[in-house]
């Protein structure tokens, strides 16, 4: 029997989605199917559920699945293409439905609060997260929590505030991924809650 959270997701992806609950870590949206998939997390909150299905059913109408080819050239760099595409359907997820500005505001809260993603954030300076995490950091949880940025970092956020397709959001993830490659002192990226939703 649907439930009101599944024809929630229907509705707002305006196609009959497939909608399952599955002990997995992450929620995600299989393109080719149009299978959205939800975690059964112990603790999970109406805010967190919703918050989730905002985001998966923004893939849904926004990420590319046609542009496989993008995908499989970002491999290297995939975790960035995540964090990069999660900024852009989430962002044109709430233009096209306001209303969901409060759903992913009081989700991303209770995983701030008590997890299951970003636990550490609680537990370490966040100037020492790489740039990418931070970004990452900064777009799901930054009314809860101010990000450090660096001067020269700035003008990233707004290229990234900018973006309007997924092929330009793989560009700009490549485009982090050789500046932060081409650093003396760079370390892989944690991408610190980026695998808790998305799957671009």
Do not use: C
């Amino acid at each position: 029997m649907m439930n009101a959270k599944d024809l929630l997701a229907r509705l707002l992806a305006n196609e009959n989605l497939n909608v399952i609950r599955a002990n997995v870590g992450t929620a995600s949206f299989e393109g080719i199917t149009r299978t959205l998939t939800l975690p059964m997390w112990k603790d999970m909150t109406n805010e967190i559920e919703e918050m989730l299905i905002g985001h998966e059913v923004g893939h849904a109408l926004y990420t590319d699945r046609d542009r496989l080819d993008l995908l499989e050239a970002a491999q290297p760099y995939h975790s960035y293409v995540n964090v990069i595409e999660d900024t852009r359907i989430e962002r044109r997820i709430k233009d096209a439905f306001p209303g969901l500005t409060g759903a992913f505001t009081r989700g991303y809260a209770d995983f701030f609060k008590n997890g299951p993603i970003f636990n550490d954030v609680h537990q370490r300076p966040l100037d020492s997260y790489t740039f990418i995490d931070r970004i990452n950091i900064h777009y799901k949880i930054g009314a809860h929590v101010r990000v450090p940025f660096t001067a020269d970092e700035l003008p990233w956020l707004k290229r990234i505030d900018s973006l309007r397709t997924f092929e330009e959001a793989v560009k700009l993830a490549k485009e982090l991924f050789d500046r932060e490659k081409a650093k003396p002192s760079a370390k892989p990226s944690e991408t610190n809650g980026s695998k808790g939703h998305a799957k671009a």
